[in-house]
Each structure stands twice: as structure tokens, then as C-alpha cells.
């Protein structure tokens, strides 16, 4: 049988763009580290540089959260930040420029406010935060296996992924069985932790996902665009992988 399985390497509505459809974003409320101390929430270009795949391919976008409300870019995400980690993001940069993407992140709708049925696809953003927030989060699992067995596109990036480990469909089983998918990986948590000087995650992706059964979990080379499409289940390894996720999301639309 041929593998229906496809990896890709390497609204908020446009204005004047042909109108196709909405789409749900979901990012974390910002919470605290119990690994840091340090003040967390999501990854700035996991936010970014899917909403501009998605507003140019027509679609207009919701976000929401898991607390609703104001939400914020974990520091190093920021190319404003002073430790210039993301300075390069230009991506982000235009849009923290636009007021009404300042509006966008103070103006999240609550993850129990949303349904599946008004969107076409889900996109959930990864960051820090959801190592705390998403994994074993009963409301948003839901959320997420509605949108996956309603046929439409679910995808995922990086530590968002950490959903996988637990979410199970209406039959009771893990929602990643059978499947093939990716998340954070241990060399790329290896550079992060070498990098600060200390553990920053509680639990890492690739170990958990790889206790799992009848599942596999594959990573490329660290911080490569790497995304995987697995039927509706679409997810990406790490931040530089969200454009990739968005455009086998918006491929999978197109087909429909």
C-alpha cells in the first residue's frame, strides 16, 4: 500500500484577498516555569509566520487561548527582546508593527468558547507555555479531536505537540496511533538547556512520545523546517517549522 504519509524539509483577513475560509489558531496563556522561574508563553514565529501562509492563501483567523484573554510571546521569541535572539524575525516584526495584531493577542478567545464546527482547520502554536498547559488539558483535547474526526486538518508545531501524548479519540485510543508525527526534539532541547545553562523543560516530547506504543515519532536535523502529514494530522518539529505545517495545511484545504 502506498504511505499516504508526507514530510516536507527545508482573521485576521488580507485585505483585497479572495475569501476561503477560517481558521482557528490556539496559543497558550502565559504562565510561569516551574523549571526557571522565568515567565512563559508562546514562540513568537509559531504565531507568525503560519498567519501570514494563511492570510495570503485567503483565510481569516481566530486565535484563541487557553485561559482566553491577553497572551505573550515567550522573550526570546521576541525580535524586540534584548538578547537579540530572534532579531532576525522580520516576520514578526512587520506584524508587532500593526495595531490590530496587537489587538489580535490581547483579545483571545477562551479554548471553551470555540467550536469546531465554525472553523475549517486548527493550528496549534507552540512555545513553552504548553509544556504546562496543553498536555493532559482535557477541554482542549477535545477541541482538537473534534477538529481531527471531522476529517479536517489538525495540525501542531513543536512543543504544542506535547497534546499527542495524551489525546485520545471517542474510541478511547490515543488519537497518534498508527501515526507518524514529530515534536521538539532532544538534540534541539540539548542545545536549548546548554544554551541557558539549565534544564528548562519538566518533560521532553521525544522521550515520552517514544514510550508510547504503536506510534512513531521521527525528528530531522536539529532546528531544520521539518513537518510531517499523516492523513488530517499535520505537525512540525520546531519554530522553524510553522510555514512548512501551514502550507500542507492550506494544501490539504485546497483539495477538499
Not at 92 to 102: A, V
Amino acid at each position: 500500500m502506498e504511505s499516504k504519509i508526507k514530510e516536507k524539509k527545508h482573521y485576521v483577513h488580507f485585505h483585497g484577498a479572495p475569501f476561503k475560509g477560517k481558521i482557528l489558531m490556539v496559543a497558550s496563556s502565559p504562565t510561569v516555569s516551574k523549571q526557571t522561574g522565568w515567565p512563559i508563553g508562546f514562540w513568537a514565529s509559531e504565531l507568525t509566520h503560519p498567519l501570514l501562509v494563511f492570510q495570503e492563501a485567503g483565510y481569516e483567523v481566530e486565535l484563541a487561548s487557553t485561559d482566553g484573554g491577553t497572551i505573550a510571546m515567550d522573550g526570546y521569541s521576541n525580535p524586540n527582546d534584548d538578547s537579540g535572539y530572534s532579531a532576525h524575525d522580520v516576520i514578526t516584526s512587520g506584524y508587532l508593527q500593526k495595531d490590530w495584531f496587537n489587538d489580535f493577542l490581547k483579545t483571545t478567545k477562551k479554548i471553551t468558547d470555540v467550536s469546531a464546527e465554525h472553523y475549517d482547520a486548527i493550528f496549534l502554536v507552540g512555545g513553552q507555555a504548553p509544556m504546562y498547559t496543553f498536555k493532559n488539558n482535557a477541554d482542549l483535547e477535545q477541541l482538537f479531536v473534534n477538529f481531527y474526526e471531522s476529517g479536517k486538518p489538525s495540525a501542531s508545531v513543536c512543543h504544542a505537540t506535547t497534546i499527542l501524548l495524551s489525546a485520545k479519540t471517542s474510541d478511547g485510543e490515543l488519537l497518534v496511533k498508527g501515526k507518524t508525527w514529530t515534536g521538539f526534539a532532544n538534540l534541539e532541547e540539548d542545545f536549548a538547556d546548554q544554551a541557558v545553562g539549565m534544564k528548562i523543560q519538566p518533560y521532553r516530547i521525544e522521550d515520552e512520545a517514544k514510550k508510547l506504543k504503536n506510534t512513531t515519532f521521527k525528528v530531522a536535523e536539529p532546528f531544520a523546517s521539518y513537518a510531517i502529514e499523516d492523513g488530517n494530522l499535520i505537525t512540525g518539529q520546531q519554530q522553524n517549522s510553522g510555514s512548512a505545517v501551514a502550507k500542507l495545511t492550506i494544501e490539504q484545504l485546497n483539495n477538499k
